[in-house]
């Protein structure tokens, strides 16, 4: 039991040792003491990262799902395990507790059978953040499926992408959805994509708007009427640990988005020992974190994590502006919630606003508040401690991706001592290196470099489904035996990383190395700014020149825009330095963002470039209205 739950900074350092020297040994205690197995494994950990291969807890046998649900059943079959808040903020919020939701899984499960899914199949889901998005996630686990979310916010063209390259045999969609007072027709947009989807046999939809949708005679299903003459028990698919558990899609710099395959054992190991851990979850909290489950977050740290430890998880329907911009305070208050844990841009999102909304509720449930996605800049850093930790809450800057399956790096609450805009230490089990262009490993501190990790954990995707060339590619080729993250990062003197952006965000100005991030920081220091972000255009002298997009708090028509842009450039050369002054600044009102937050820096790139005529499909961006404007006004 010792080393599942750390306590304090030594502790941290005594298990993170514990888990370099001897990360087979490390592994099996907490895979043995915490998890329920049909059968134990015959070896923790084979690997090698040149086919890239690598395997967990080979011979094992077991379902996620069982230790979601079953094994809390006797324990805390009354506690509630999902708390629905819907996107009206009227509404009655829906507890669900263990025992209803291991009856409502069991039941969508045997409907998923009804219809012909088995083991292996592929099923697409795409579902606004209602309860049955999470119940179907945990019937196909149940049955062995392979669920395949994509965030419901993506077009029709995205949907059908996606739906073809992993060959799901079904769509699970709602009949609409709400978004603040705006309602989405989503199985328009479903029959939009299945035009060019062949290989998909049946779509089951869930009643949510009540609107009325066409269905498809012999291919569509009211779920309700499939779940209506469901059992509600259904046993578990004895699955093998490396069993696939789902593809996750995420988007590359180039080409088709990479379908990241991950496996049953490990996934389920690393990702509830991570939420035990960087969130210090404790049995009566009331954990929310803010994501979609469209996206890795929301997969590891709303669904699996939390439910494998027991967990109360919310999900929340909504948008964090209605029906105002403090309803995020408002859901703390009301559902008492412990951990927060959002992304960057809703951070400096609602700061905009103001405190005046913030100040109405009490927000002194909060324990332990989480950040991720992006790097958050000093200033939002600084404003979520201050004003929704009260300096109280420790603020975890979690640093992960789609790939990686869990949390890497992160303080520990309450143990690692934080620094604004630094991510920290690695998390137990995680071997982060730093290298040159050269493909030589930094040893010491204070140096910054690319972000590789030398070890395989537990959680790492498998493959790109379909094409493990291009898994081989992407992050097993750039350096030696080392999974490349594709991003930069620093040490500092005491060993703290700060992960600095994309590397393909690094732009060389004069034979300069300039990372957009901390100059982007800069800008955003300036009281008038909202955000930045800062591509680099050809110049004949400089090789490279800077471009700045620049998003005021207001819309700036009343200001003196030259007078701004030397107080911009000023701030650069006082933070970074005169190498760093931007040759353009462009005032916009909004930057072009993906659903997830990340600023879609390639189309800036191309717009500064004068080449916005081959921006390709902007129709997945969470604004691409932004887009236009921008073009319109390009220096
Ligand atoms: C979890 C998630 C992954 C990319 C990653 C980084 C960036 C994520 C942080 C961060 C700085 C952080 N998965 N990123 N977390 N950058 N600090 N705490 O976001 O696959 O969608 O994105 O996001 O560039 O490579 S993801």
């Known amino acids: 039991m010792s080393n599942y739950h750390i306590k304090s900074f030594e502790e941290y350092f005594q298990v993170y040792r514990k888990s370099i020297e001897n990360p087979e040994g490390f592994w099996e205690e907490i895979a043995e003491e915490h998890f329920t197995w049909r059968k134990k494994w015959n070896n923790v950990l084979s690997w090698d990262f040149t086919k890239p291969e690598v395997k967990w807890f080979e011979g094992a046998q077991l379902n996620i799902t069982e230790n979601c649900l079953d094994r809390h059943l006797s324990t805390r079959g009354d506690k509630t395990a999902i708390l629905f808040e819907p996107n009206d903020p009227n509404a009655p ?27 292996g199949d592929r099923v697409c889901i795409y579902l606004p953040m209602i309860p049955e998005l999470a119940v179907s996630v945990l019937a196909c686990a149940r049955i062995g499926a392979v669920h395949s979310v ?45 035009e060019d989807c062949p290989g998909v046999d049946s779509v089951l939809v869930a009643k949510r708007i009540n609107s009325g949708i066409q269905m498809k005679e012999g291919r569509d299903y009211w779920l309700q009427s499939l779940l209506d003459d469901a059992y509600g028990d259904c046993t578990i698919e004895i699955m093998n640990a490396e069993d696939p558990l789902f593809i996750l899609y995420t988007s590359g710099s180039t080409g088709m988005p990479k379908g990241m395959l991950h496996t049953t054992a490990g996934y389920m190991v690393y990702s509830a020992y991570t939420f035990k851990n960087v969130f210090d979850y404790r049995e009566n909290d009331v954990y929310w974190c803010t994501a979609d489950i469209g996206w ?48 960057p841009t809703a951070i400096r999102a609602l700061a905009k606003h103001g405190t005046k909304l913030v100040e109405k509720h009490d927000l002194s449930s909060l324990k332990v508040l989480g950040t991720v996605g992006e790097p958050i800049n000093e200033e939002a850093w600084h404003w979520y401690n201050e004003n929704i930790g009260k300096k109280k809450s420790p603020i975890v800057d979690t640093w992960w991706q789609t790939e990686t399956g869990g949390i890497m790096i992160t303080p520990i609450p309450f143990s690692t001592p934080t620094k ?38 537990p959680s790492m995707a498998r493959t790109i489904w379909g094409n493990h060339q291009r898994y081989k590619d992407t992050y097993f080729s750039a350096f030696e035996n080392m999974y490349f993250t594709g991003d930069g990062a620093l040490r500092d003197e005491v060993g703290y ?17 300039l990372g957009t991030a901390p100059i982007e920081d800069a800008i955003n220091e300036h009281q008038a700014v909202a955000e930045s972000a800062i591509v680099g255009f050809p110049h004949d002298v400089k090789g490279n020149a800077l471009y700045g997009y620049v998003t005021l708090k207001d819309s700036g028509e009343s200001r003196d825009q030259d007078n701004l842009r030397k107080e911009i ?14 040759d353009k600044i462009q005032f916009t009102n909004g930057l072009p963002k993906t659903r997830s937050g990340k600023i879609m820096r390639r189309i800036l790139r191309k717009i500064a470039f004068n080449e916005a005529d081959q921006l390709g499909d902007i129709s997945t961006l969470l604004n691409p209205e932004v887009v236009d404007e921008i073009i319109t006004n390009v220096i």
Not at 93 to 119: D, M
Not at 434 to 443: A, F, H, K, P, V
Not at 497 to 508: F, K, M, P
Request: aromatic content about 10%; hydrophobic content about 35%; overall charge positive.
């Open 420 to 457: 604004p805009t630094y991510a920290t230490l690695p998390f137990i089990g995680i071997q982060p290196a730093l290298m040159d262009e050269n493909g030589n490993e930094l040893n010491d501190n204070q140096v910054d470099g690319r972000l590789c990790i030398k070890y395989p954990w």
């Open 569 to 582: 450039n000023q701030l650069i050369t006082d933070r970074i330095g005169p190498i760093a002054k931007l």
């Open 296 to 343: 890795i977050t929301g997969h590891s740290y709303i669904v699996y994590g939390p439910l494998v430890n027991g967990a109360t998880t919310v999900m929340f329907e909504g948008v964090p502006s209605y029906p105002d911009f403090g309803r995020f305070w408002k859901i703390v208050e009301k559902h008492k919630i412990t951990q927060f844990y959002t992304a």
């Open 497 to 513: 990383y700060r992960i600095t952006g994309r590397v393909d965000d690094v732009i060389i100005v004069s034979g300069h190395n």
């Open 150 to 194: 994509v965030f419901a916010g993506f077009s029709a063209t995205a949907l059908s992408t996606r739906i073809n390259d992993c060959d799901a045999k079904m769509v699970i969609t709602s009949d609409g959805s709400y978004r603040g007072t705006k309602t989405i027709d989503l199985k328009g947009i479903v029959d939009e994509a299945l």
């Open 93 to 119: 919020a829906e507890h669900i507790t263990y025992k209803q939701l291991h009856e409502r899984v069991c039941k969508f499960a045997n409907a998923l059978k009804s219809k012909g899914i088995q083991k």
